[in-house]
């Protein structure tokens, strides 16, 4: 063998990280063998490479996934530090997330959660929207809204159509961890669209509903698994009848504006008593 390149079993040795982790992260492309005995299949790796299994275990630790440790190691030098610094960010938002996640829980449990989210109503007219339904779990939701909402502004912008609202997904379905809706990522417009594979064009009627506006802070999926669960709790205090499915409204700076700034509403269409 070439003396600069070494067995899966001593690159485990050198950085703890056991031959299985090692083969996983190759397979992935994140730390691809130098060399692979075509005779026995044996993986070899560059004494290079010692350093960035090292690097990839340490991100590994703070619970970084694969495919964001990828693009933090193959960044320049100034770039891989912003890069982790944002995955942080992101993390410590999903942590006051979850705070206030059980903050909400410790209050319906005692009795006083009605006072935590401002709640109002309002009517919303009859829209036509082109819509794209999925089944989902919560931890492919974010994806699979973002894929949706491309996927309609495409069709809108092919046929010369636009926009007449915000879009909004329709929870016709619990989404968790174990439950995948289903989801319908809606866009409105007043064109004249028509429907095109999975791309559906529908009628949504005029409706009431209950609605608390939420900040850029609350875009983690336990915060908005909370309000959910608020505004229809309000519905059902008021005496009212659910109409349809939650919804989540997403405005223009949903994803640009600064933590305090509204860019969203959580939504829960009823009909009222009488």
Request: hydrophobic share 40%.
């Amino acid at each position: 063998m070439h003396e600069d390149l070494i067995t899966i079993g001593e690159l485990s040795a050198r950085t703890r990280l056991s031959p299985k982790a090692l083969r996983l992260y190759g397979d992935r492309g994140l730390l691809a063998p130098a060399r692979v005995d075509p005779g026995t299949g044996v993986r070899h790796y560059g004494l290079t490479q010692v350093e960035r299994a090292r690097r990839i275990a340490l991100l590994r630790a703070v619970g970084m996934p694969l495919a964001r440790i990828a693009a933090v190691l193959d960044a320049d030098g100034d770039t891989s530090p912003q890069l982790l610094d944002a995955y942080w960010r992101e993390q410590e938002s999903s942590h006051l997330a979850r705070r206030e996640a059980v903050g909400y829980a410790r209050a319906v449990l005692t009795g006083r959660a009605s006072t935590m989210y401002r709640i109002a109503e309002r009517e919303v007219p009859e829209q036509k929207v082109l819509c794209l339904r999925g089944h989902v779990t919560a931890a492919g939701l974010v994806e699979f809204i973002g894929e949706a909402g491309e996927s309609l502004l495409a069709h809108l912008g092919s046929t010369g159509a636009c926009l007449s609202g915000p879009i909004f997904t329709v929870f016709h379905g619990h989404v968790s961890e174990e439950s995948d809706g289903p989801v319908e990522v809606c866009a409105p417009t007043l064109n004249t669209v028509e429907p095109a594979g999975r791309i559906a064009v529908r009628i949504h009627p005029a409706h009431r509903e209950a609605y608390t506006e939420l900040t850029a802070e609350k875009r983690d999926f336990a915060a908005m698994a909370t309000i959910h669960d608020a505004v229809g709790a309000w519905v059902a205090a008021q005496g009212y009848e659910r109409g349809a499915g939650n919804r989540e409204v997403y405005y223009p700076n949903f994803m640009t504006a600064e933590p305090h700034e509204h860019t969203s509403d959580v939504t829960v269409p009823f009909r009222a008593p009488g």
